[in-house]
């Protein structure tokens, strides 16, 4: 039996897309993807963002379930949070199953 606390639906997936949408964020997940948690001044570097910018991108991260932060002493701490990526990538594979087999059917009545 399926837990519905980790259902996959579309409305608790569709955060996860909106903020994978923007070629910062991406480049944001790609740094944190080392797995080693990292603050904003190491995530701004190589950046044309200002920190503040930086910290925007990261809370829209992090409302989408994709980073979470820890403090460390003085700094903020992001880290990737493999869950929830891999949540979107299962709900993008059972999306490509049903298509497929749509296709499938189309295909057999096509065929007659």
């Given amino acids: 039996m399926s837990n519905p606390r980790r259902e996959l639906t579309a409305s608790k997936v569709a955060p996860v897309f909106a903020a ?3 070629g910062i964020r991406l480049e944001l997940l790609t740094r944190l993807s080392n ?3 990292q603050s904003i001044s190491q995530l701004t570097l190589g950046l044309s963002l200002t920190r503040q910018g ?5 809370s829209i991260l992090e409302q989408a379930r994709l980073v979470t932060r820890k403090r460390v002493g003085r700094e903020t701490r992001y880290s990737l949070q493999y869950r929830t990526l891999n949540d979107a990538g299962r709900y993008l594979d059972r999306a ?17």
């Fill in 96 to 112: 490509s199953e049903q298509w497929d087999d749509a296709m499938g059917r189309l295909r057999e009545l096509v065929e007659k």
């Fill in 20 to 22: 994978l949408g923007d």
């Fill in 35 to 37: 797995g080693q948690p």
């Fill in 54 to 58: 930086v910290s925007k991108h990261l």
